[in-house]
């Protein structure tokens, strides 16, 4: 079943409510915070308090993407603030298992995600003690970019890792989603679809969640 996670970055914060309760009647699945510290990746977006403000009019799961420097730091602070799934970036961290681990004692889904230059098989040792693996098919910042179809390889490499290792965890993608990208992603053997600029500009945004989903 294909997860659909409207990425907020891409709403109007001057009607949040409204915008959140766009992405629920749409009948998608998730709500995707995008957290950037203007260090790790050049913007600044929002923190936890937005996070929490946001989650106080939906039962939408919480998905939140951490772009930051230093994201243990902060692990706790995110998941008060309603986050059940954390992914922080490979780059931003050395030691990797200990922050999964720092994840799960709390009680939340643990994600890595890799930026479009990262080879996708650093990240193999750790794939039996992640909830989830986020490709990013854009260099992460800035929405509306170009989807980058190198990176479609390492989403099939991950999931005949996956398939060869009797794995579990699942595979999202992040960055240029759109109908034509999503059917090239799925194919791949993606799970979770962030669409940002695609879904919020739609005139009918049920329709386009339906469509990524089938």
């Not at 915008?19 to 009647?25: F, L, N, P, T």
């Not at 600029?197 to 089938?214: A, E, H, I, Q």
């Amino acid at each position: 079943m294909t997860i659909v996670a409207p990425s907020i970055l891409a709403a109007d914060f001057s009607r949040i409510h409204e915008e959140v309760r766009k992405i629920e009647s749409s009948g998608a699945d998730w709500i995707h915070y995008d957290v950037m510290d203007g260090t790790f990746v050049p913007p600044i977006t929002f923190g936890h308090q937005f996070i929490a403000a946001a989650q106080s009019h939906t039962s939408l799961t919480a998905d939140v993407h951490l772009m930051i420097e230093e994201p243990w730091k902060h692990f706790e602070t995110y998941s008060k603030s309603g986050a059940k799934w954390i992914t922080f970036h490979y780059e931003a961290a050395v030691h990797h298992h200990r922050h999964i681990q720092e994840l799960k004692n709390i009680g939340v889904k643990a994600g890595i995600s890799i930026v479009p230059s990262t080879p996708v098989e650093l990240i193999f040792p750790l794939l039996s003690f992640l909830d989830l693996v986020l490709v990013m098919t854009v260099n992460p910042g800035y929405g509306g970019q170009k989807f980058l179809d190198f990176c479609l390889d390492k989403i099939a490499s991950l999931n005949r890792e996956r398939q060869r290792r009797h794995l579990n965890f699942l595979i999202s993608v992040d960055g240029g989603i759109n109908l034509e990208t999503a059917m090239q992603v799925k194919e791949q053997g993606a799970d979770i679809l962030v669409t940002g600029s695609s879904f919020f500009m739609n005139d009918d945004p049920g329709d386009y969640v339906t469509r990524l989903k089938t």
